[in-house]
């Protein structure tokens, strides 16, 4: 059984984000990357199918900029046996993307039994890449996904809507399903973890090797700029108990009289 | 002029508001709505109303649910029959998983979760958020057409003069074709409150809350005002809230009208999932956390005494 994890790297959550300077992207030289939050419950999921079927094998595949494969190495530290790198720019567009790990995975020589991902990377916050890749794949794929369970060749999985309603369907493999948050419990990589990590195999792509030109942009981002800031507002003390009636009667008063919201 | 295709979805029956937006929103553009399955008369005037030249009713067999497959099929089949330049939905949980599905179906483009758009002699250009908000950017669209886009509900806005449209409307036999990603069951939430990303009103519980028992306080005042509870990350991951409450970049990025943030500090993460609500509100027992930055109406002082007070004044207010 061949599971592949997609994986992106994105800047930190705790990351200032500012334009650069032809406003083309953002200044990436000071940031701190990280592996997609939402793709560690994807690596997660992968790994628990894995120990229920040790003869599977777990390969771990991302497009992006080669100045650091920090993502790829957590993903093996946690239990991957291999990796791809396809390099590329870091703002490419969904199409792009969902196209060269269509590429990655055509190239592994390995028929895919089971794709999992995150539901969005948390940069581009498209939420595209998993269904592109589905389509392309020609497999059936559930996104959003808070509950998953493969028995023999069919998957059940639960699929969060608004308002934290849950579609619950079924598919038989190959397919694709998109983590998010609550899917399990992403275990941290141990010590031998990360020292084994060190020596598993990291294939390394170009995107003219997975077959990807700037003729697959569908999208184009420019104008990066900073959102407007508000004008300061007004603070009201309320820590002394006396205080609490008026100051709370006079911002409720402020909501109908001047923000005119109640 | 562009022919746009406007995707809506229902809730018991009527559209989904973020539709009328994007109708108000394509005025001098050629508009028609599609909607899969049966729509009332009154929906359809109320569709004219805002611009749409014609509705499109999809029906047939297996489209009673939302299936990824079912859906996207039955509208690629529409639409290969027509010649629409774009086609734009609300970025709700369907919009969002259905619109990438069917763009690729057309080796085509989509531009995700826009909060502003123009069409310039006849092209779209949108400016949507990243990075949750942390900064904003220009998005086009190239390639093949039609090209997809998806629009944020409450970013727009309604359209202060809706200019009407003739409203015509028709069946279309739609095909939803092979299903392998079958639906099997539906778990309803335990609350029935419109989601956060489409919610008017917000209100949501930080680390300070303490535990989740203590967001009964925050409950009471939605049902007064009709809100909708969030919760902060530090929230959720303290087992105070379910992941389906978070507000932020690891959660939801929502724009309501009003946000009432309780005992949230205002993490970076969180301020960019929540910073363009239009009228925010915080309470904190501390003077200089950041979200006071960011705050309209800033009151310190513990939110366990001021959100029973500001419960009440509500009720007098809304006479209730």
Known sequence: ?262 | MANVLVFTETNDGKVKPVTLEILGKLNGQKAEVAVIGDLADDQVKLLASYGAQKVHKLKGANLDKYSPEGYSNALQGFIKSQSFDYVLAGATSTGKDLMPRLAASFQAGCASDCTNFTFDGGTFAGTRPLFAGKCLAKVELTGPKPHFATVRPNALGMPATPVAGAGESADVAADAGAIRAAIKEIIKAASSKVDLTEANIIISGGRAMKNSDNFKILNEMADVIGATVGASRAAVDSGFAAHSMQVGQTGKTVAPSLYIACGISGAIQHLAGMRTSKVIVAINTDPDAPIFTKADYGIVGDLFTIVPIMTEEFKKLLGK
């Open chain 1, 1 to 262: 059984m061949n599971i592949f994890v997609c994986v992106k790297q994105v800047p930190d959550t705790e990351t200032k984000v500012t334009p650069n300077s032809d406003k083309s992207f953002i200044e990436t030289a000071s940031i701190k990357w990280i592996m997609n939050p939402y793709d560690e419950f994807a690596v997660e999921q992968a790994l628990l199918v894995k120990q229920a079927n040790p003869a599977a094998n777990v390969t771990v595949v991302r497009v992006g900029s080669v100045k650091d494969t920090e993502a790829l190495r957590t993903a093996m530290a946690m239990g991957a046996d291999d990796a791809i790198l396809v390099e590329a720019v870091d703002n490419l567009d969904s199409y792009s993307i969902a196209k060269a790990l269509k590429g990655a995975i055509d190239k592994s020589g390995k028929k895919a039994d089971l794709v999992l991902t995150g539901k969005q990377a948390i940069d581009d916050d498209c939420l595209q890449v998993p269904q592109i890749l589905a389509q392309m794949l020609g497999m059936p794929s559930v996104a959003v996904v808070v509950g998953f369970e493969l028995t023999g060749t069919t998957v059940k999985a639960k699929r969060e809507v608004e308002g934290g309603a849950l579609e619950v369907y079924e598919m038989a493999t190959p397919c694709l399903v998109a983590a998010n948050k609550g899917l399990n419990t992403p275990r941290y990589a141990s010590l031998p973890g990360i020292m084994k990590a060190k020596k598993k195999p990291l294939a390394q792509y170009s995107l003219a090797d997975v077959g990807v030109s700037e003729a697959d942009r569908r999208v184009k981002y420019s104008s990066f700029q900073l959102p407007p800031e508000k004008p300061a507002g007004k603070k009201f003390d309320a820590m002394d108990a006396a205080k609490q009636a008026a100051v709370v009667s006079q911002v409720v008063g402020l909501l109908r009289t001047e923000a005119k919201i109640i």
